[in-house]
């Protein structure tokens, strides 16, 4: 119950950007209205319920995500950094088919991860040497989606510690998880949009 309402007034404190209104810079407006809230094409929503039949909305959401930030990033190699990797695999693949996927379990294999344009992890157990690896090679093409942000305080503060880092650029608390852009160029900020 007490998870509900916070999740309810979370929702309604990140209303006003949650369309892209009130937001000034051109390329996080784009971004967010076609990757955060963008709609889903009717032929990837079916293929993600036949391969999830079990799946909750929240992960649908996620995986919809997942899709559409593949096709704006289009083909090039993601390095998944959590369990459960072939749910994430089919996520990307639906949205960029051209896409690599490898598999980087807690960042045992950090030269994957540096390689990689896109890294998704979580801020459990070895966070920070997979953020070092990646951050270090980074290019303003490169982006990091980081799951389950404002899971505990901990994780919060990780996220946090993430986004002042001088080597991120512009970032998107999604509440559920949190995009991070590695081009310098544009103006840092840190935008709280509804997922």
């Known amino acids: 119950m007490g998870s509900r309402v916070k999740r309810a007034l979370v929702r309604l404190l990140r209303i006003p950007r949650s369309r892209g209104f009130g937001v000034q810079s051109p390329f996080a407006y784009r971004f967010i209205r076609e990757v955060v809230r963008g709609g889903v094409p009717e032929e990837d929503r079916l293929r993600s319920c036949q391969l999830y039949p079990q799946g909750d909305k929240k992960w649908l959401r996620k995986a919809a995500l997942y899709g559409r930030l593949a096709r704006c990033q289009g083909p090039c190699q993601w390095g998944i950094c959590l369990f459960q990797v072939e749910n994430y695999e089919s996520a990307v693949l639906m949205g960029c088919p051209e896409a690599t996927v490898v598999d980087c379990i807690h960042g045992y294999e950090l030269d994957r991860v540096a390689r990689s344009k896109v890294v998704v992890m979580d801020l459990e157990q070895n966070w920070w040497r997979i953020y070092e690896a990646f951050a270090d ?3 303003e ?34 509440y559920e998880c949190g995009i991070v852009f590695f081009d310098r160029k544009k103006y840092k900020r840190n935008y709280r949009v509804n997922f």
């Open 141 to 174: 093409a490169s982006v990091l989606v980081v799951e389950d942000i404002h899971y505990s305080r901990k994780t919060l503060r990780a996220w946090r510690k993430i986004v002042a880092d001088g080597r991120s650029g512009v970032s998107f608390d999604l």
């Open 137 to 139: 090679h980074a290019d």
